[in-house]
């Protein structure tokens, strides 16, 4: 049985009532970094893994892609992005991605966001994009920056006595493994931690190549609405990994 953290009705609410803000990290953060690195998607065909509400679904479809899937384990989320995002070209399946079947030399580009922190079993996960993915497609995922999930207590800033934040602390980076994420007030999430090495071996291992990382940052815009995201130079909340099954 997966951890299916937004079929709880609380946890999902809280989810989509940033989600859907328009001033979430999502929104002026995480999305702009990844949708600016996406390959051109005229005529290609799409897999988004955690797909969520669908938004980044509908964006590959409005960017010219001829089909695009979206999975996720959410019953929730399903229901709201075949509500608010569905188009004849896209299909949305239920599905956790450890146990999914993916079909062989199919998709130009697998996309997730924000998902693949949930998923302990990451090699295997990765394993089976590199044989889904056609040659020359794309996997691009974005994840929670590993010096944000390294912590065992995911305790967060060090604070001086007026509360002004002094630094981040880093430990316990290299071991890999179950942190607790709060999702609300009084529920966690186990999410997985995992090293900048064991992230892009995985990637290696599946026969992809690394082709870029970004550690974004709040857009000049973003920080109008959301003056303190500033903070992300002095440590970025996410990570987005591009890799390609390049075949020369
Ligand atoms: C933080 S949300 C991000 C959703 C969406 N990608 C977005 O950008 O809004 C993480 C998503 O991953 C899905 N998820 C978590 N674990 C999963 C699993 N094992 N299999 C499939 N989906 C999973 C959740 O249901 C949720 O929709």
Request: charged fraction near 25%; hydrophobic fraction near 35%.
């Amino acid at each position: 049985m997966r951890q299916n953290v937004y079929d709880q009705q609380d946890v999902f609410e809280n989810f989509q009532n940033n989600r859907l803000s328009g001033r979430s990290e999502n929104d002026l953060i995480e999305q702009p970094a990844i949708r600016s690195c996406l390959p051109p998607l005229t005529g290609k065909s799409v897999l988004d893994l955690g797909c969520g509400g669908g938004q980044l679904v509908k964006y590959c479809i409005e960017q010219g892609a001829s089909e695009a899937t979206g999975v996720d384990l959410s019953k929730n989320m399903l229901e709201y992005a075949r509500a608010h995002h569905s188009h004849e070209r896209i299909t949305y399946l239920q599905g956790s991605l450890e146990d999914i079947e993916l079909p062989h030399n199919q998709f130009d580009l697998i996309v997730s966001s924000l998902a693949m922190h949930y998923i302990g079993e990451y090699e295997r996960v990765v394993n089976k994009v590199g044989s889904a993915l056609r040659d020359n497609g794309y996997f691009i995922y974005s994840v929670l920056h590993p010096h944000i999930t390294a912590r065992k207590l995911l305790e967060g800033w060090v604070r001086d006595e007026a509360g002004e934040k002094r630094f981040w602390p880093l430990d316990d980076y290299l071991d890999d493994g179950p942190r607790d994420l709060q999702v609300t007030p009084d529920k966690k999430a186990v999410i997985y931690h995992r090293s900048m090495s064991s992230a892009v071996n995985g990637l290696i291992q599946a026969g992809l190549t690394l082709d870029q990382i970004i550690e974004p940052t709040c857009s000049p815009e973003g920080l109008i609405l959301q003056p303190h995201q500033v903070v992300e130079i002095r440590r970025p909340t996410f990570i987005i990994f591009k890799s390609q099954k390049l075949v020369r």
